[in-house]
T-cell receptor
């Protein structure tokens, strides 16, 4: 079963625009991670945010976490065609080592 | 540093045939995961190893799936017999757990795409 649900399921934007995708989850978590998956490839870790953090930055990426709303967002600024991929959130459930992945957002950046 | 290696990359078999996937994790990573990813979905955990011990195999369909991690390094995942519904991508990942496991970054291999005819 998949805990996280990404929204939107698909997103198409122009190069240079910002892309925002959201992740909602159901149970308490220790941390939340975002991964990128290019077509036909494995997943690449982007960023981890812990349950006691509210915002984190890495290059053009900004992640927020609202544990009261059980949601997280990933913002990619000044998008590039190379950002075209599927993006998944993975929640680390409290009291376990298990990560549960969401259903993903398919981002397409048009040149 | 070499990443997670998986083989084969692609496999096509007839239903009821056996199939095996191999994974070599990043050197020094003691935790290894096998995931199943259906088309358009996120990965779902099948089994997690800490060294050579399977510490979470609750999602592994044990009637047809088996896995092993001898000597706590390489791992194989086997399906016998394969069914049509097993067609998917099988991903292997590894991480370096520092005694807690919380917040471990998982490094994924490219996956094996299985097609069962």
């Amino acid at each position: 079963s998949q805990q996280g649900e990404e929204d939107p399921q698909a997103l198409s934007i122009q190069e240079g625009e910002n892309a925002t995708m959201n992740c909602s989850y159901k149970t308490s978590i220790n941390n939340l991670q975002w991964y990128r998956q290019n077509s036909g490839r494995g997943l690449v870790h982007l960023i981890l945010i812990r349950s006691n953090e509210r915002e984190k930055h890495s290059g053009r990426l900004r992640v927020t976490l609202d544990t009261s709303k059980k949601s997280s967002s990933l913002l990619i600024t000044a998008s590039r065609a190379a950002d075209t991929a599927s993006y998944f959130c993975a929640t680390g459930r409290s009291g376990t080592y298990k990560y549960i992945f969401g259903t993903g957002t398919r981002l397409k950046v048009l040149a | 540093e070499a990443g997670v290696v998986q083989s084969p990359r692609y496999k096509i078999i007839e239903k009821k045939q056996p199939v095996a996937f191999w994974c070599n994790p990043i050197s020094g990573h003691n935790t290894l995961y096998w995931y199943l990813q259906n088309l358009g979905q996120g990965p779902e955990l099948l089994i997690r190893y800490e060294n050579e011990e399977a510490v979470d195999d609750s999602q592994l369909p044990k009637d047809r799936f088996s896995a092993e991690r001898l000597k706590g390094v390489d791992s194989t995942l086997k399906i016998q017999p394969a069914e049509l519904g097993d067609s998917a991508v099988y991903l292997c990942a590894s991480s370096s757990s520092q005694g807690g496991g919380y917040g471990d970054t998982q490094y994924f291999g490219p996956g094996t795409r299985l097609t069962v005819l």
